[in-house]
């Protein structure tokens, strides 16, 4: 499995990381591109081949999703009280416990591994994360930084942000679509799928070229270890125990463990940084975090082949 699933996706972000090391790259202009052409043409993509799924695992998904958020912010609240942590660091641990890198390495993983049906509906889960990561997790980042009122105001705000941008209403299109059992024409279904695979492609090297940008310094050594057991090792055996206890059995449970076993987002980094939180020392969790997932991803995989 590492060289049919792991090593497809590690040969771009590694060549995407040496390249930025020697020519100057700006990934904010894969970013724009990523999110205001590619993503939606995954998403569309996604509701275009499994329409169906998506429509019917939408609620449960996002029941678990809000359940697994519950259960990792006591975990890691608990053990920031254990570590001592100061209260940038304790919602920084928070941050990076529960927000998975669902997009960029996620979704190309689950596709070589369980093919369009199991990316399909890791897109779901990307789609629900993405709103997430942009509300609650700007609620976290600001609770470390600020007192309430300040976080409430950056909820607000990141609530506009989120209603600005096409992922809900792409979202909503693909639903309806799919309700009516509504096809893509055929003068833009090839178009939309060549953009939705470029998506994988793209969040790949975009991965690797912010990856080269990561400066490593001496960090705290119990912070890291603690965000990335929580992250890679304890994330995952809590999703697919809440997702079991839910009711999801097959490739649905598969791909849930697998999506929430990915490494700590780098959206974890940008709002560590525009928080003023411990940018530092979250920038080199999420490198480690990233590096040691295709270890733990393997691991994993090679487990859920006997289910």
């Known amino acids: 499995m590492f060289l049919k699933v792991i090593f497809p996706v590690l040969i771009i972000i590694v060549l995407s990381y040496i390249l930025s090391k020697f020519k100057k790259l700006e990934h904010h202009i894969l970013s724009v591109l990523a999110i205001y052409i590619l993503s939606p043409a ?11 799924l998506l429509i019917k695992n939408s609620f449960l998904t996002s029941l678990h999703l809000i359940l697994y958020v519950i259960v ?37 993983v689950i596709e070589l591994y369980l093919g369009t049906e199991g990316s399909s509906y890791a897109t779901l889960i990307l789609v629900i994360t993405s709103i997430l990561t942009q509300t609650y997790g700007v609620y976290i980042a600001s609770r470390g930084s600020s007192n309430l009122e300040d976080s409430r105001k950056s909820l607000e705000n990141a609530i506009k942000n989120v209603i600005s941008l096409p992922l809900i209403y792409v979202s909503i299109l693909g639903f309806i679509l799919s309700i009516f059992s509504i ?16 998506a994988l492609i793209l969040g790949l090297i975009q991965l690797g070229i912010v990856l080269g940008k990561t400066k490593i310094n001496f ?14 090792v304890v994330a995952p055996i809590v999703a697919a125990s809440i997702g079991y206890l839910i009711g999801f059995r ?8 697998l999506q ?16 003023n939180l411990i940018p530092k020392t ?17 691991i994993l995989i090679e487990i859920l082949q006997f289910f």
Do not use: W
Not at 42 to 52: K, P, S, T, V, Y
Not at 75 to 84: D, T
Not at 185 to 198: Q, R, T, V
Not at 268 to 274: R, V
């Open 72 to 108: 990792m912010y006591v975990i890691s609240k608990y053990l920031a009280k254990l570590l001592k942590l100061s209260n940038r660091s304790k919602y920084s641990l928070i941050l990076l416990s529960f927000l998975p890198n669902t997009g960029n390495i996620g979704i190309p």
């Open 282 to 298: 979250v920038g080199v969790t999420v490198f480690i975090s990233t590096t040691m997932s295709f270890i733990t991803l393997y």
């Open 260 to 275: 929430f076993a990915m490494p700590s987002a780098l959206y974890c980094s940008i709002l560590s940084s525009y928080f």
């Open 219 to 232: 960090v705290p050594l119990k912070f890291v270890i603690s965000a990335n057991l929580l992250k890679l």
């Open 250 to 257: 097959g490739i649905e449970l598969k791909v849930i463990i």
């Open 183 to 198: 096809k893509l024409p055929f003068f833009l279904k090839e178009p939309i799928y060549n953009l939705g695979f470029s």
């Open 42 to 52: 995954l998403i569309l993509r996604a509701f275009d081949m499994h329409g169906e």
